[in-house]
């Protein structure tokens, strides 16, 4: 929320329409997927999530997003290990 709050022009929701979401709504919407998050000094400051689609018709889409606070840029920190 803080990105898309943060970097609105990113996402394709306002920060409205999506605050106004119970916490369920976002579990679900991310269940089946994988989130990895950036962290430093123990404080997350990116994340990534890779989510695999299921429908029929887009089997084969995978969509990809990620954010990373300003602060860390230039970091590395989303780089791989």
């Known amino acids: 929320m803080d990105a898309l709050r943060c970097d609105p022009e990113a996402f394709g929701s306002t920060f409205d329409a ?5 916490l369920t709504w976002f579990s679900d919407r991310i269940r089946g997927s ?4 950036a962290l430093h000094d ?3 400051v ?4 890779l989510l695999i689609l299921k429908e029929p018709k887009e089997a084969h ?3 990809m997003a990620k954010d990373l606070r300003p602060a ?4 590395r920190a989303m780089e791989s290990a």
Not at 34 to 37: A, E, H, L, S, T
Not at 46 to 49: K, L, P
């Open 18 to 22: 999506e605050d106004a979401q119970p």
């Open 34 to 37: 994988d989130v990895f998050g």
């Open 42 to 44: 123990a404080a997350l």
């Open 46 to 49: 990116g994340i990534a999530t």
């Open 61 to 63: 889409k995978v969509l």
């Open 72 to 75: 860390a840029s230039g970091q």
